[in-house]
C-alpha cells in the first residue's frame, strides 16, 4: 500500500472529486478520502446550474447519471414585487439548462469518474488530524478499518464540508459563522414550472424579515420537488424549524405569489451548516489548499455551490499540477488564493463583510426588482444568476464584434487586461461590481464598448500597452458610472429609494476610480475625460429638462444627442490616440470620426427601440416613453401626427397598450425613414473622416463598426482577407 502520494484529498463531494479527476488526468498520483461509504446522502438544494452542467460533460459524469430533471432557468419571486424569470436561452447549445440531481447519485457519480481517471479512493476512511512539519502541511493521520494509518503526500486539498476539520485544525477556519439550511422532499405535487424557483426573503412567525435568507422548490420530476429554507446568519439553527414551517404554510396557501402548493413528505426533514464567509487569503496555506464548501464557495443569494465546487476543485489540481512540475517535493500553491479571488470577485467575496453589505444589496434587489432600467437589471443577473451568465453580453447591452476586427487589430489580450483592472479597482469595495467588468465564462469575444474605439485609435500611434490598458479601464469605469446614473429616478418612490442611492454611490464610486486611473496619463488625459463627463452629464439634464416636451424640436434633440453620445464615442477615440502620440492631424480625424460614430449609433438605437429590435427584454420603449424621454423619431413624428401622440406622451407612465399605439403612430409617420436617413449621414460621415487615416487592421476595422454602428450585424468569422486594402463597406440598410 502507498503511503505517500502528489496529492491527497479530504471529502469526496464534488470538489473533492473534482480535484482528484483533474489532477489524476494529468498522471499524478491522488489518494481520496471520504468519511462515509457510497451510496450516501447530502442536504442540499439538488439543482445545478448551466455552469455546473458545462463542467460535469466536460468530465463525463453525465454519461454515469440517469434521465436527470432539466430545467430551462431560475424562477425568483420577491415577495410583494412579483417574479422573474431568468433563463438560459440566450446561450443555445447542448447544454442551454440546468439541472436537478439528488447528492446521493450526484457525489458517487463524481467520484466514480475521479476513480476511473486513476485515482484511488479510501471510503469509510476519517481524518484524524493533519500532520504538520516545519509549519507545512505533509500528509493526514487516516483511521481506516480501525486502525490509524499517516499518509503523506506534497499537497493537501480539505474537501470536507462548511465545518471542515482539516482546515479548522490548521487554522485556516475561523470559529462560528455558519448558517443552516433545512430540506426535504414532497411528493404528490402537481403544476411544478421547468423552472428552478427561488423565494425571497423569508420572514419569522411575526413577520419581520430574516436577511440573508431565501425558499426553494428546486423539481426532481414532474410530481415531486426538492423543498428546503436557507438562513445565512449565524445563530439562527434553533429559529430554521419554524421559518420552515411557516414557508410550507405559504406554499399551501398560495400566498407566495405562486400556484398553492401542497404535498406529502417523502422521508425526513434534515438540516446542513452553509458558509458564508469566502476569503480568498485562508483559502491557501502552506501545503494545503480549501475547496467548495470549506472555501465558504456559496452564492449568499440562491445558496448555488455546486458550481463553484466544481470550479474550485479544477483550480486547486491546476495549482497543484503546475506547482509539483516546478518543484516535486513542496510545490508552491499560493496561486490558489489569488486565481479564486479573482474567479469569485463579486458575489462571494462580499462574504467577509456581508452582514451590513448584504442587508444593503438585499435592499437594493428588492426595491429595484420592478425597474427595468439597465443598472438594476446588470445588478439582478450579476447576484442572482452569476452562474453561466456573461454579465453585460447576457443583458444584450454590449454586442460581440470580434467578426468585424481585421486581421493584425489583435485587441483582445488587451480588452482582458482592462477587464481585470477595472475588476482590481472594485473589487475591495464593492466586489460584486467587479462581475460587471468581467466575462464569467470562456472566450468573452470583442465587446463594443469605449475601450475597443481607444485601442483601435491607440494603433495610430506607438504608446506603450500598460499606459493604454490603464487609460481604457479609466474610460470603462467612468461609461459605467454613467450607466449607474440611470439608475437615478426624478421622482423616487418609497420602493425607488434605495435604488437610488444604490446608484448614486456606485456612480461616484467608479468615476473616482476612473479619475484615479486617468492619473497615469497626465493633465491632459484629465482634462479630456473631465471634458466628456461635463458634456454628457449636461446633455442628461438637458434631457430631462425637456422630458415630455412635444413641442422639442428634432434638431434639438440632435444637439443634446451630440452632447451626450457622441461625446462618449469621441472621448476614446481622442484619447486613445492621444495617449499612442498619434499626429495631431491623426487626433482630429479620429475626434470627428468618433462623433459621427456616436450619433449614427444613437439615431439607429432610436429606431431599434421603436421597433423592438433593442434589447427586446427591457421593454426600452415603455421605459423610456413613460420616462418622458422622446427620442427622435418620435420626435419627428409628433410634428407630422400630433393629436393622439401627444396625449399619449403628456399621460405619463404609459401602459403597455399606450407604449404599442404611440410607437405604431411613429411607425406609420413614416418618422423611422427620416431618422434612418439622418444615421446614414453620420455614418457616412464617419466614414469619411477615416480617410485621413494610414491604411491597416485599425483603419479597417473601424470601417467595419461604422456598417455595425447603422445595420447592427456581425459576421460570424473574420470579414476580412489577408493582404486585401478594406474599403469602406456599403453602408446596409436598417
Known amino acids: 500500500m502507498r503511503n505517500h502520494y502528489d496529492a491527497l484529498v479530504v471529502g469526496a463531494g464534488p470538489a473533492g472529486s473534482s480535484t482528484a479527476y483533474h489532477l489524476a488526468v494529468q498522471g499524478r498520483r491522488v489518494l481520496l478520502l471520504e468519511a462515509q461509504r457510497f451510496p450516501r446522502d447530502k442536504v442540499c438544494g439538488d439543482a445545478l446550474t448551466q455552469r455546473a452542467v458545462r463542467v460535469l460533460a466536460a468530465m463525463g459524469v453525465l454519461d454515469l447519471l440517469p434521465p436527470p430533471e432539466r430545467m430551462r432557468g431560475l424562477r425568483v419571486h420577491m415577495r410583494g414585487r412579483g ?27 463524481i467520484c466514480a469518474r ?25 500528509g493526514v493521520r487516516v483511521c481506516r478499518d480501525g486502525r490509524p494509518v499517516d499518509v503523506r503526500a506534497a499537497a493537501v486539498v480539505a474537501a470536507d464540508g462548511a465545518r471542515s476539520p482539516l482546515a479548522r485544525a490548521v487554522g485556516l477556519l475561523p470559529e462560528g459563522d455558519l448558517g443552516v439550511g433545512v430540506r426535504g422532499y414532497l411528493t404528490a405535487l402537481d403544476g411544478l414550472p421547468d423552472l428552478q424557483e427561488v423565494f425571497l426573503p423569508l420572514d419569522d412567525v411575526a413577520g419581520r424579515d430574516l436577511l440573508p435568507s431565501f425558499g426553494w422548490i428546486n ?12 438562513l445565512f446568519r449565524p445563530g439562527y439553527e434553533a429559529r430554521a424549524e419554524h421559518v420552515l414551517q411557516n414557508f410550507l404554510a405559504r406554499l399551501s396557501t398560495g400566498s407566495t405569489g405562486r400556484k398553492a402548493l401542497d404535498g406529502r413528505l417523502r422521508g425526513e426533514w434534515a438540516t446542513a451548516p452553509l458558509r458564508l464567509d469566502f476569503s480568498p487569503g485562508r483559502c491557501a496555506g502552506d501545503g494545503i489548499l480549501l475547496v467548495g464548501d470549506a472555501a465558504g464557495l456559496v452564492n449568499p443569494f440562491t445558496g448555488e455551490g455546486i458550481s463553484y465546487a466544481l470550479e474550485s476543485g479544477r483550480t486547486a489540481a491546476e495549482v497543484i499540477d503546475r506547482g509539483l512540475t516546478r518543484d516535486p517535493t513542496r510545490p508552491d500553491l499560493l496561486d490558489h488564493a489569488l486565481l479564486l479571488g479573482n474567479a469569485y470577485s463579486g458575489v462571494l467575496t462580499a462574504g467577509r463583510r456581508s452582514a451590513h453589505r448584504y442587508q444593503f444589496v438585499w435592499r437594493v434587489l428588492e426595491s429595484t426588482f420592478d425597474s427595468e432600467r439597465v443598472p438594476f437589471a446588470l445588478c439582478r443577473r450579476a447576484l442572482l444568476l452569476p452562474e453561466g451568465m456573461g454579465e453585460l453580453r447576457a443583458h444584450r447591452a454590449i454586442d460581440d464584434v470580434a467578426g468585424l476586427m481585421a486581421p493584425g487589430a489583435d485587441v483582445r489580450t488587451d480588452l482582458l487586461g482592462i477587464g481585470e483592472l477595472m475588476a482590481s479597482a472594485v473589487r475591495d469595495e464593492w466586489p460584486f461590481l467587479a462581475r460587471l467588468a468581467m466575462s464569467s465564462w470562456g472566450d468573452p469575444g470583442v465587446p463594443f464598448r469605449p475601450a475597443l474605439l481607444l485601442l483601435l485609435a491607440s494603433h495610430f500611434g506607438d504608446g506603450g500597452a500598460r499606459s493604454r490598458i490603464k487609460m481604457g479601464a479609466a474610460i470603462e469605469l467612468s461609461a459605467l458610472a454613467a450607466l449607474a446614473q440611470l439608475g437615478v429616478e426624478d421622482t423616487p418612490t418609497l420602493h425607488s429609494s434605495w435604488g437610488n442611492r444604490f446608484a448614486i454611490l456606485v456612480s461616484d464610486l467608479l468615476m473616482s476610480k476612473s479619475l484615479h486611473l486617468a492619473t497615469d496619463g497626465g493633465p491632459e488625459a484629465l482634462a479630456l475625460i473631465s471634458h466628456a463627463v461635463t458634456k454628457v452629464c449636461t446633455g442628461r439634464m438637458g434631457e430631462r429638462q425637456h422630458a415630455f416636451d412635444v413641442r422639442m424640436a428634432a434638431d434639438d434633440h440632435l444637439s443634446l444627442v451630440e452632447s451626450q453620445t457622441a461625446s462618449s ?3 476614446p477615440c481622442r484619447l486613445g490616440a492621444v ?15 468618433g462623433r459621427a460614430l456616436g450619433v449614427a449609433f444613437r439615431l439607429t438605437e432610436d429606431v431599434r427601440i421603436i421597433t423592438g429590435a433593442a434589447r427586446p427584454t427591457d421593454n426600452a420603449a415603455g421605459a423610456a416613453l413613460s420616462e418622458g424621454t422622446l427620442a427622435h423619431p418620435v420626435l419627428v413624428a409628433l410634428q407630422r401626427r400630433p393629436g393622439k401622440l401627444t396625449s399619449l406622451i403628456r399621460r405619463g407612465r404609459l401602459t403597455a397598450d399606450d407604449v404599442e399605439e404611440a410607437a405604431a403612430i411613429v411607425r406609420d409617420s413614416g418618422a423611422l425613414d427620416v431618422t434612418r436617413a439622418l444615421a446614414r449621414e453620420q455614418a457616412r460621415r464617419a466614414a469619411a473622416a477615416l480617410e485621413e487615416l494610414p491604411e491597416g487592421p485599425a483603419r479597417a476595422s473601424l470601417f467595419a463598426l461604422v456598417d455595425h454602428a447603422v445595420g447592427r450585424r456581425v459576421p460570424e468569422r473574420p470579414r476580412f482577407g489577408l493582404g486585401v486594402r478594406v474599403a469602406p463597406a456599403p453602408l446596409r440598410p436598417l
Request: hydrophobic share 45%; glycine share 10%.
Open 579 to 593: 495617449t499612442a502620440g498619434a499626429d495631431p492631424e491623426h487626433v482630429g480625424a479620429l475626434a470627428s470620426y
Open 114 to 138: 475521479a476513480v476511473a481517471v486513476g485515482s484511488e479512493l479510501w471510503d469509510g476512511a476519517v481524518v484524524t488530524a493533519p500532520i504538520v512539519e516545519g509549519g507545512r502541511v505533509v
Open 219 to 230: 423539481p426532481t420530476c414532474a410530481s415531486e420537488a426538492n423543498i428546503g429554507v436557507a
Open 569 to 571: 464615442f469621441e472621448l
Open 83 to 109: 417574479r422573474r424569470d431568468f433563463t438560459y436561452g440566450a446561450y443555445p447549445g447542448a447544454d442551454s439548462h440546468c439541472l436537478v440531481v439528488p447528492r446521493r447519485l450526484l457525489d458517487e457519480a
